[in-house]
Nanobody, 124 residues
Framework: QVQLAESGGGLVQAGGSLRLSCAAS????????MAWFRQAPGKEREFVAQ????????YYADSVKGRFTISRDNAKNTVYLEMNSLKPEDTAVYYC?????????????????WGQGTQVTVSS
């Protein structure tokens, strides 16, 4: 069982930056691939970024590639999302998720545990 808690969201102007954190409970954090998803009002939850168990491999949605960076610190049971050059279309609730599977996946249904989400609002 893993419990996830996101933090770091807020209101920022376009072009600004935010750093999201997701703290995980339990001693098996390093057993999970971790990812960030987001969901805007009226839209489906969409994949943002994913990082492998060791942190050696990362994968990004095209919409955030080059602007967002996912990282993790297994000693602190925490995964991060550094967001730069933010755009109004990045406005959403951001969720972290944990996947116990072997293969990388961008499908929300494949993830086993979810946090409660943190709101990110980018003003124009």
């Amino acid at each position: 069982q893993v419990q996830l808690a996101e933090s770091g969201g807020g209101l920022v102007q376009a072009g600004g930056s935010l750093r999201l954190s997701c703290a995980a409970s339990g001693r098996t954090f390093s057993s999970y691939n971790m990812a960030w998803f987001r969901q805007a009002p009226g839209k489906e939850r969409e994949f943002v970024a994913q990082i492998s168990r060791s942190g050696s491999s990362t994968y990004y949605a095209d919409s955030v590639k080059g602007r967002f960076t996912i990282s993790r610190d297994n000693a602190k049971n925490t995964v991060y999302l550094e967001m730069n050059s933010l755009k109004p279309e990045d406005t959403a609730v951001y969720y972290c998720a944990a996947d116990a599977g072997v293969q990388r996946t961008t499908r929300p249904s494949r993830y086993d545990y979810w946090g409660q989400g943190t709101q990110v609002t980018v003003s124009s």
